[in-house]
């Protein structure tokens, strides 16, 4: 059973960059397959996609986000990591780790963590 | 676009039939996949692809898609089953966008 865990700071100042990285267990990261997702919900609101990564480093984000999010992957550590810069309040939220799965023309998140919520407050 | 659109609350008596959509022109090219989230838990897959439900997930609930429209049904609605359930779907351009939510009231 894959299992997926958060961690990382709960409160960050605006303006820093908010970290956060994902544990991966019972699969390694590095066989392949799949691609590892970060994804975030506002309180109260929907869910929005963040980016992703496969093993090999190859990355894609979401447009909205693009120009201040960075993932990155260690397979050393079967973890992955999300950065993102310039944080504002509007970055408030529970952030997600998810694994992506492929089959055909259906992209899901078959496994998440549990979340953990991020601050944005001075 | 890359847009999903659901209708943001839906309601069914219990045990019975209700279907949940998920329009945008993604859905013409890609399955979609659908979540539920119940109050404080991180969301679970139920559906994906034409039809498929991951292990542990009841039989009632079944997906189906036709055009640029993509639907959860849920036959024979348990009161468990109240929840926010999210679509998902890849675009043209690479990116995952999520509908905007249905909240499911079990009356």
Known sequence: QVQLQESGPGLVKPSQTLSLTCTVSGGSISSGGYYWSWIRQHPGKGLEWIGYIYYSGSTYYNPSLKSRVTISVDTSKNQFSLKLSSVTAADTAVYYCARTAVSGTTYYFDYWGQGTLVTVSS | ?107
Do not use: M
């Open chain 2, 1 to 107: 676009s890359s847009e999903l659109t659901q209708d943001p609350a839906v309601s069914v008596a219990l045990g019975q039939t209700v279907r949940i959509t998920c329009q945008g022109d993604s859905l013409r090219s890609y399955y979609a996949s659908w979540y539920q989230q119940k109050p404080g838990q991180a969301p679970v897959l139920v559906i994906y692809g034409k039809n498929n439900r991951p292990s542990g997930i009841p039989d009632r609930f079944s997906g189906s898609s036709s055009g640029n429209t993509a639907s959860l049904t849920i036959t024979g609605a348990q009161a468990e089953d109240e929840a926010d359930y999210y679509c998902n779907s890849r675009d043209s351009s690479g990116n995952h966008p999520f509908g905007g939510g249905t909240k499911l009231t079990v009356l």
